[in-house]
Structures are given as structure tokens and as C-alpha cells.
């Protein structure tokens, strides 16, 4: 962005008030000169020669930041030891790329891009624009063919009628049982929804959760949030577990940093723990919470990738405890090739969730997670060996949402 100063003021001083020889009285006198002098005719030419460099250069003003210049947005702070997360191959190195469109903490993957960007934590340092790629040992062969997606019947007259009510309660600004009647349809397997009303419902939904959850306001009757008063010697880090979610998403929603907190101010908690529902046959992720009666609450969606030749287990997983490592390195365990915490060819990206199996299905599963990708290509797509991916974007609100040992992944065709 071009800054321009004070502009300047020219003082014209004359040398002499007497008439050179054989000037005329008119040139002395105060009226204008008839002509153009030469200072009209290069200011003239100055202005527009400045014109045409402005034209000439904004062709081109697609605002773009290289992976270099990331390095100078922020750094990221080393919290995480070196991990050996998950079994993913190396991908395509983290080369120079524009970053990922800017969308609104809460909004829905499906709906239209908004103007607003609201990230959590800071930008990978690059790495002075060296972009070399591994060795070629370093990389697998990826299938990116997509999964066949789930084909459902039109909505039952049931559904119709409860998808009628639930839109109606919305429309009315009765946004806590909407949002109830609404989910009811989402997580009842028999509820019959055709997919694009289905669509419809977590469009909707996503939009409504942008007040009732991702906003500060507590809303009167929402059973999943509440004010919670301050007090004296309080910390955000010991008020966060007992309502089972992750501290950092109680200072995103109340945009108040950990160490800004003040006795005697209240602030939004959300009753926690968040879960997560993936549908491999939509590449989708469905992120809820269950309110006191036990009914899942819809709060919004992602887009994940998945294992190649469909080799994402599915069945019932929790969020490991203690497993959440931001910046995380990782060892390839096909090549034996390392990826340091820092370094910008790592494939499993900035962030990783262990899982851990639960039922008959999946407790002999093991080096499964949560990640994100320097693919981004690969998102919606059977690109892993079976972990689950997550754009940038996405992987940081994933991440400061789910709990550890608290949070269930559940997934299914």
C-alpha cells in the first residue's frame, strides 16, 4: 500500500523587481503571463508519467504472501518435544503458495467465502525461501482417486415437517430450539433427509452457532454456554478443564488472551467436550456437542482427507490424552526420512491429535491422528494412509476445540 506524505509548497522568489532590457510593464504587472512556461509544461509531464506508472502497476495487486514471507507475519513459539506422530508419506514439499482463502471463525466449508479472518496462533516461519525438495526416497505414491460418495432418497414427509418447524423457529429468532430441532435431524439415523437438505440444515445451523457459540454473548436458555464471574487468582488454564474444553477456545470466543483475564469479569464458557462424527463417504466432519439430555447439538462442518484405497478405519476413537502437539515433527516410517518441528516440506503440518481406539473395531488401530497437510490438494480426497486431514485453517480451530480424553471421534461410511 502506497503511503502518501504532506504535500510540499513551492515558493517562487523573484530576483529582481526591475524590468530586464526590453521587457514590457505587462510582465511586471500582476496580471497572468499569456503562455505556458516551461515549470507548467514538466509539471504537466511529471503528472502524467506518474499516472501511467500507477496504471501500469496495479494490473497486477493480488495481495499474495509467499512461504518466505510468512517468516515475517509471525513466529511460531516451540512448545511441542519432537513426536513421531501417525504414519503419513512425505508429500509435495511446502513450496511458495498463496495462502488459503480468508473465511469467518464459525463459518460453514460449504457456504459462500467471507471477508473476515480470525486465526489462532501464529504462521510457520519459512525458511528463507528455500524450497528444495526432499529426496526422492522421501516420497510415496499417492492415490488422490475420491471415495464414491453416498447416494440417499428424496426427505420423508417426517423429516419435511420437522425441517419446516425447525426453520420456522429460526426465522422467529428462536435460535436455541431451532438449533435443537435442526440437529434432531442430523443425528437420527432414520430421519431421512435428502442430501441437499441435509445441506441445507448445516448451512443454516453453522450460521446460527456463529451467535450461539463462536460469538461472547450467552444466549438465555442455551444449555451448552454460560457466564462464568471471574475470581480472584482464577486462570484460564484451570477454569477451561472443568467444562472439558481446551483453554485456548474460551479465549477465541471471549477474544481475551489467558494472561488479559481480570477478577470481577465475566466471560463465555462453552460446556464442553466437543466430538467429531466423519463420513468417509462425504469427506466430511461433523463437529457437536451433547447437551444435558444427551441430544448431539450440530455446530458446523469441515472437509477432510482421508486414507487412500479406504484405509481409514472406521469405528469409535477418543482424542489420546496428552497427545495434542502443535509444530510437531515426524519420521517417515516407510523411508526413515525426518521432518523437523520447523520444517516447511513436514507433511503432517502444524498440528496433530493422536487417536485411540475404543471398541471391538478399532483398539488394535494404532499411530491414527488428526493432522494437517502441506497438500492441500489432497483435502476431500483418499491421499493418506489413513490418518485424517485438515486444511491449515481448519486443523487450528480443530485443534483448539477437541479435548484430550474427553473428546470421541466417531467414524462411518
Same mark, same amino acid.
Given at each position: 500500500?502506497?503511503?502518501?506524505?504532506?504535500?510540499? !509548497?513551492?515558493?517562487?522568489?523573484?530576483?529582481?523587481?526591475?524590468?530586464?532590457?526590453?521587457?514590457?510593464?505587462?510582465?511586471?504587472?500582476?496580471?497572468?503571463?499569456?503562455?505556458?512556461?516551461?515549470?507548467?509544461?514538466?509539471?504537466?509531464?511529471?503528472?502524467?508519467?506518474?499516472?501511467?506508472?500507477?496504471?501500469?502497476?496495479?494490473?497486477?495487486?493480488?495481495?499474495?504472501?509467499?512461504?518466505?514471507?510468512?517468516? !515475517?507475519?509471525?513466529?511460531?513459539?516451540?512448545?511441542?518435544?519432537?513426536?513421531?506422530?501417525?504414519?503419513?508419506?512425505?508429500?509435495?514439499?511446502?513450496?511458495?503458495?498463496?495462502?488459503?482463502?480468508? %473465511?469467518?471463525?464459525?463459518?460453514?466449508?460449504?457456504?459462500?467465502?467471507?471477508?473476515?479472518?480470525?486465526?489462532?496462533?501464529?504462521?510457520?516461519?519459512?525458511?528463507?525461501?528455500?524450497?528444495?525438495?526432499?529426496?526422492?526416497?522421501?516420497?510415496?505414491?499417492?492415490?488422490?482417486?475420491?471415495?464414491?460418495?453416498?447416494?440417499?432418497?428424496?426427505?420423508?414427509?417426517?423429516?419435511?415437517?420437522?425441517?419446516? =418447524?425447525?426453520?420456522?423457529?429460526?426465522?422467529?429468532?428462536?435460535?436455541?430450539?431451532?438449533?435443537?430441532?435442526?440437529?434432531?435431524?442430523?443425528?437420527?439415523?432414520?430421519?431421512?433427509?435428502?442430501?441437499?437438505?441435509?445441506?441445507?440444515?448445516?448451512?443454516?445451523?453453522?450460521?446460527?452457532?456463529?451467535?450461539?457459540?463462536?460469538?461472547?454473548?450467552?444466549?438465555?436458555?442455551?444449555?451448552?454456554?454460560?457466564?462464568?464471574?471471574?475470581?480472584?487468582?482464577?486462570?484460564?488454564?484451570?477454569?477451561?478443564?472443568?467444562?472439558?474444553?481446551?483453554?485456548?477456545?474460551?479465549?477465541?470466543?471471549?477474544?481475551?488472551?489467558?494472561?488479559?483475564?481480570?477478577?470481577?469479569? %465475566?466471560?463465555?464458557?462453552?460446556?464442553?467436550?466437543?466430538?467429531?462424527?466423519?463420513? %468417509?463417504?462425504?469427506? =466430511?466432519?461433523?463437529?457437536?456437542?451433547?447437551?444435558?439430555?444427551?441430544?448431539?447439538?450440530?455446530?458446523?462442518?469441515?472437509?477432510?482427507?482421508?486414507?487412500?484405497?479406504?484405509?481409514?478405519?472406521?469405528?469409535?476413537?477418543?482424542?489420546?490424552?496428552?497427545?495434542?502437539? %502443535?509444530?510437531?515433527?515426524?519420521? &517417515?516410517?516407510?523411508?526413515?526420512?525426518?521432518?523437523?518441528?520447523?520444517?516447511?516440506? &513436514?507433511?503432517?503440518?502444524?498440528?496433530?491429535?493422536?487417536?485411540?481406539?475404543?471398541?471391538?473395531?478399532?483398539?488394535?488401530?494404532?499411530?491414527?491422528?488428526?493432522?494437517?497437510?502441506?497438500?492441500?490438494?489432497?483435502?476431500?480426497? !483418499?491421499?493418506?494412509?489413513?490418518?485424517?486431514?485438515?486444511?491449515?485453517?481448519?486443523?487450528?480451530?480443530?485443534?483448539?476445540?477437541?479435548?484430550?480424553?474427553?473428546?470421541?471421534?466417531?467414524?462411518?461410511?
Amino acid at each position: 500500500m502506497a503511503h502518501t506524505g504532506q504535500e510540499g !509548497q513551492l515558493n517562487m522568489v523573484l530576483s529582481s523587481q526591475t524590468p530586464r532590457a526590453g521587457s514590457s510593464r505587462q510582465y511586471m504587472s500582476s496580471r497572468p503571463r499569456k503562455g505556458i512556461s516551461w515549470r507548467w509544461i514538466a509539471g504537466i509531464g511529471f503528472v502524467l508519467g506518474l499516472m501511467f506508472l500507477v496504471w501500469s502497476d496495479g494490473g497486477d495487486n493480488t495481495n499474495r504472501i509467499t512461504a518466505p514471507d510468512q517468516a !515475517q507475519a509471525g513466529v511460531r513459539p516451540d512448545q511441542s518435544a519432537g513426536v513421531n506422530p501417525g504414519q503419513e508419506p512425505a508429500n509435495t514439499p511446502r513450496t511458495t503458495r498463496e495462502l488459503p482463502p480468508a %473465511k469467518e471463525l464459525g463459518a460453514s466449508r460449504t457456504t459462500a467465502p467471507v471477508v473476515d479472518t480470525i486465526r489462532i496462533g501464529d504462521v510457520r516461519p519459512g525458511t528463507g525461501g528455500n524450497t528444495t525438495p526432499p529426496p526422492a526416497s522421501a516420497y510415496t505414491e499417492i492415490d488422490h482417486t475420491p471415495a464414491p460418495r453416498a447416494t440417499a432418497g428424496p426427505t420423508s414427509a417426517q423429516a419435511g415437517s420437522k425441517l419446516t =418447524r425447525g426453520m420456522n423457529m429460526i426465522r422467529e429468532g428462536r435460535l436455541v430450539q431451532g438449533r435443537r430441532e435442526l440437529s434432531g435431524l442430523l443425528f437420527t439415523e432414520d430421519a431421512n433427509l435428502s442430501p441437499l437438505d441435509a445441506q441445507t440444515v448445516r448451512d443454516t445451523l453453522s450460521s446460527v452457532n456463529k451467535h450461539l457459540v463462536f460469538s461472547d454473548e450467552v444466549v438465555p436458555g442455551d444449555p451448552i454456554a454460560e457466564s462464568y464471574l471471574v475470581q480472584s487468582g482464577d486462570y484460564l488454564s484451570r477454569i477451561a478443564p472443568r467444562y472439558n474444553v481446551p483453554y485456548q477456545f474460551i479465549e477465541l470466543i471471549n477474544r481475551t488472551p489467558a494472561n488479559r483475564l481480570q477478577a470481577g469479569k %465475566k466471560i463465555k464458557v462453552i460446556k464442553g467436550p466437543f466430538h467429531a462424527r466423519i463420513s %468417509k463417504s462425504n469427506y =466430511r466432519m461433523d463437529i457437536f456437542v451433547n447437551d444435558p439430555d444427551g441430544q448431539p447439538l450440530y455446530i458446523r462442518s469441515f472437509t477432510v482427507g482421508l486414507g487412500k484405497t479406504d484405509s481409514t478405519p472406521m469405528g469409535s476413537f477418543i482424542v489420546t490424552p496428552n497427545s495434542k502437539v %502443535k509444530n510437531p515433527s515426524w519420521r &517417515n516410517p516407510r523411508t526413515g526420512e525426518f521432518f523437523g518441528k520447523d520444517d516447511p516440506k &513436514n507433511p503432517i503440518g502444524e498440528y496433530w491429535l493422536a487417536l485411540k481406539g475404543t471398541d471391538a473395531n478399532t483398539e488394535s488401530a494404532t499411530g491414527y491422528g488428526i493432522h494437517g497437510t502441506i497438500d492441500p490438494t489432497s483435502i476431500g480426497r !483418499q491421499a493418506s494412509m489413513g490418518c485424517i486431514r485438515m486444511s491449515d485453517i481448519d486443523i487450528e480451530l480443530i485443534y483448539h476445540m477437541l479435548e484430550g480424553g474427553g473428546s470421541t471421534v466417531r467414524i462411518t461410511w
